[in-house]
């Protein structure tokens, strides 16, 4: 018998003013009874519309139909048809836009917590289980993967599951993409990051770290070396500035570099090799995910006070709601319909660690307000005149955006690129302008969500299957 309550069970969370200080993850998880609760409130549509919002196409009526029954294991497998990284994404996809977004529930109510419940079954099964996983007989075909974010793990997952030999190549001196260097510990333990690749592992896929493609090696001398097909899943990590002055001045980071400092190079530690300024107060610029991790980050690394500055108000603010809530719910200030025009700081000429710029001390705001809609649709923000301020802070973060790094595209001859610096690919195979090579996730989008990386991965490594195969 269905649930018909109007709302999800509630998911248990750290207190604010406890989590507020410590990276150890803020949501808790469900019960198995309160996952089997909810998973009863599905009502089995005939039609499942929240299967279309899911990038992957997870069978979600079945998954939370063997969930409400308590057949969790049964669930998982479900799950793990479609999706390579369950955990991950019960955790950090934006389910409220996709899946839980489609569900009939919401109509009248609150959708069904289908994130809430894959995150349960997934915990669930990597804590218990003591199946040996299978490596599949190999075909004799090498595949090359550029990238280990969740573009690139789900393409190599998919395709070492039907015999290939697949190497990734990784950057970074450790695998997992922007699942480690982007997400905080409390959104997103690194733990169920490495399960979810030491899973991998064991269906053969190869990992080289410290591989810098564009530099180390060439797609071109990997095709060279054996690789028949390349899937470029390198991201976008390169920083967008707002190139106002003071940008220069110490204590100015981007997001990209803050986040990565801290969840990569363990800048939270006070012994870390690659340190951030710490304590004080901070202003982030932006109003994305990003933003908020960033925020959260900065407060529990000791800053006195953090700001969010975003241009827009609440109602266009692109970040999760629940990411937002949270923060609020830790004391972070929204500063909503403020723009940064100049980051303030001081020069000491007899300070020799400062030979050029100086400090942050302060950033000077303009207020906004909502003018006429954009060519997206949004009301576009405009100054109010005379309305400047000066905001005391000694950090500044900016966290407006991404794009994908130039790297690859200027040692690929004849690789094709939108205006955006994104890889241009045939949306239904991944495919790009030259033979075997194809490319998905940020790297073709620019930011954007994990899932969605992840369903591009698919997409190019069946692509791959069928052109390796007919080759």
Request: net charge negative; aromatic share 6%.
């Amino acid at each position: 018998m269905a649930n018909m309550a109007m709302k999800k069970n509630p998911m248990p969370a750290q207190d604010p003013t406890v989590r507020a200080h410590n990276f150890d993850e803020v949501a808790l998880g469900y019960t198995p009874e309160q996952a089997m609760d909810e998973a009863a409130r599905c009502l089995n549509c005939k039609k499942p519309v929240c299967i279309d919002g899911c990038p992957v196409q997870i069978n979600i009526p079945l998954f939370l139909a063997q969930a409400a029954r308590g057949e969790f294991e049964e669930a998982y497998q479900t799950i793990a048809l479609s999706s390579s990284l369950p955990a991950v994404c019960g955790r950090v996809c934006p389910q409220e836009s996709q899946c839980e977004g489609k569900c009939v529930r919401g109509i009248k109510g609150e959708p069904v917590g289908i994130g809430r419940i894959e995150r349960f079954v997934a915990d669930l099964h990597n804590a218990n289980t003591t199946a040996e996983v299978v490596k599949p007989a190999s075909n004799g075909r090498r595949v090359a993967v550029v990238g280990s974010g969740p573009s690139g793990l789900t393409c190599a997952g998919d395709l070492a599951k039907k015999g290939y030999d697949v190497t990734i190549f990784e950057a970074f001196h450790v695998a997992g993409g922007v699942l480690v260097y982007g997400i905080p510990e409390f959104r997103l333990p690194k733990s169920i990051v490495a399960k979810e690749i030491e899973g991998l592992k064991k269906l053969g896929v190869k990992i080289a770290t410290n591989v810098v493609i564009g530099r180390t090696l060439s797609i071109e001398e990997l095709m060279e070396e054996g690789y028949e097909a390349v899937f470029i899943g390198s991201g976008a990590g390169l920083p967008r500035f707002m190139n106002i002055p003071g940008e220069n001045l110490k204590g100015v980071y981007s997001a990209n570099e803050y986040l990565t400092r801290v969840n990569l190079m363990k800048a939270y530690r006070t012994d870390g090799a690659t340190p951030v300024m710490r304590g004080g107060k901070v202003a982030v610029v932006g109003g994305g995910n990003v933003a908020m991790d960033a925020a959260r980050t900065a407060l529990r690394l000791g800053a006195e006070k953090v700001y969010i500055v975003y241009r827009r108000s609440m109602e266009e603010l692109p970040a999760r709601r629940e990411e937002v809530e949270h923060a609020q719910e830790e004391g972070i200030e929204f500063l909503l319909l403020n723009n940064p025009v100049e980051i303030l700081g001081y020069r000491n000429p007899n300070d020799k660690r400062d030979p050029q710029n100086g400090f942050v001390t302060g950033m000077r705001v303009i207020r906004m307000e909502l003018g006429e809609p954009d060519e997206k649709g949004r009301r576009r923000p405009v100054e109010i005149p005379g309305s400047e301020y000066v905001l005391d802070v000694d950090t500044v973060v900016m966290s407006i955006g991404t794009s994908p790094n130039p790297l690859i595209k200027d040692t690929t001859e004849g690789l094709e690129i939108n205006r955006w610096g994104g890889i241009v690919v045939d949306e239904a195979t991944g495919k790009t302008s030259l033979e075997g090579i194809y490319a998905g996730g940020d790297a073709v989008t620019g930011a954007a969500t994990v899932i969605l990386a992840m369903g591009a991965g698919k997409t190019a490594a069946a692509a791959i299957d069928e052109y390796l195969s007919a080759k």
